[in-house]
């Protein structure tokens, strides 16, 4: 997963506000890590699917989840006619 922008500064701060709420909410998902070079910072997560196994989360609904939470995603689209 990556997190890209025109400010490396505030692109670190996104991923490590996005680390947070990671390891705050879903523990169990395992650590969260970051790379960072001034020059690519990256955002790397590292999902322990035999834990998301265990408890019947599958990795797929983990992935769409981390990809709507840096992306955004849209749900649904209604065009006013």
């Given amino acids: 997963m990556a997190l890209t922008g025109d400010n490396y500064l505030d692109i670190y701060q ?5 680390t947070k709420q ?7 998902l395992g650590r ?4 960072y070079e001034s020059t690519q ?14 408890l019947g989360v599958a990795f ?7 990809r709507a939470a840096i992306n955004g ?3 649904v ?3 006013a006619c």
């Fill in 60 to 66: 797929d609904d983990v992935s769409r989840t981390l």
């Fill in 14 to 18: 996104a991923a490590l506000d996005f």
């Fill in 73 to 75: 995603d849209d749900i």
């Fill in 32 to 35: 969260v890590e970051i790379y």
């Fill in 41 to 54: 910072p990256q955002l790397r997560v590292s999902i322990d699917r035999r834990r998301a196994e265990e």
């Fill in 77 to 79: 689209y209604i065009r």
């Fill in 22 to 28: 990671i390891e705050d909410r879903l523990p169990e």
